[in-house]
Structure formats: C-alpha cells, structure tokens
Nanobody, 123 residues
Framework: EVQLVESGGGLVQAGGSLRLSCAAS????????IGWFRQAPGKEREGVSC????????YYPDSVKGRFTISSDNAKNTVYLQMNSLKPEDTAVYYC????????????????WGQGTQVTVSS
C-alpha cells in the first residue's frame, strides 16, 4: 500500500521555525520526486518545494525562497521541509506528494498524496 505521511506541523509564532517530515512507503522512493504543497482556505493549492533524486534538483517559489529548505534522507524514505522565518501568510495545510522521476509544477502530475499537516503561524 502506498503511503505518504506528513508530520511536524503545529502552531508557531511569526519568525519561528518548523520542520515537516514526509515518510513514504509502498513504492520505490528513489524513482520519484517529492513535492510539498500548501492550501489555505479560499486559496489555490500552491507548490512550495520539490526535490528529485533522479537529477538532484530542488525548487522553490519566490514566496518561500531563502526561508524554506527541502532535503531527503533516502535511507529513511523521508523528505523534510525546514521552514524558517515563518510568516502568518504561511498558514495552511501542507501536503507532500510524489511524482514519477522529476519535479512538476502542476499538482495534477502527482500520483500520491499524504493527508496533510496543519501549520499555523500567529502574529
């Protein structure tokens, strides 16, 4: 059974940090790229990062660049999202998702999704 399980969300003050984890199982981790997306009520789903073991590329939109860092521990089949200097506008449910081979901007390409973890940034 394919599973992606997010953890690490919570409530944090503006300027603080959180590290999210995405634990994968049930598929060949090294054959996929893992992306992080977020969705706040009333807003579109937004990609915030992605990492591919195939080409080693990482991606960040301008909204999080310099604040968020994605990393992968292939031995643990786990991807992390380190989030620093958090802002209230970062508040959302954060999802990890898997897409075959390489990162994609369009969330429609992703094959598997986790259940999400809530991140709330207070001011």
């Amino acid at each position: 059974e394919v599973q992606l399980v997010e953890s690490g969300g919570g409530l944090v003050q503006a300027g603080g940090s959180l590290r999210l984890s995405c634990a994968a199982s049930g598929f060949t981790f090294d054959d996929y790229a893992i992306g992080w997306f977020r969705q706040a009520p009333g807003k579109e789903r937004e990609g915030v990062s992605c990492i591919s073991s195939k080409d080693g590329r990482t991606y960040y939109p301008d909204s999080v660049k310099g604040r968020f860092t994605i990393s992968s521990d292939n031995a643990k089949n786990t991807v992390y999202l380190q989030m620093n200097s958090l802002k209230p506008e970062d508040t959302a449910v954060y999802y990890c998702a898997a897409v075959r081979s390489y990162c994609a901007r369009d969330y429609g390409w992703y094959d598997y999704w986790g259940q999400g973890t809530q991140v709330t940034v207070s001011s």
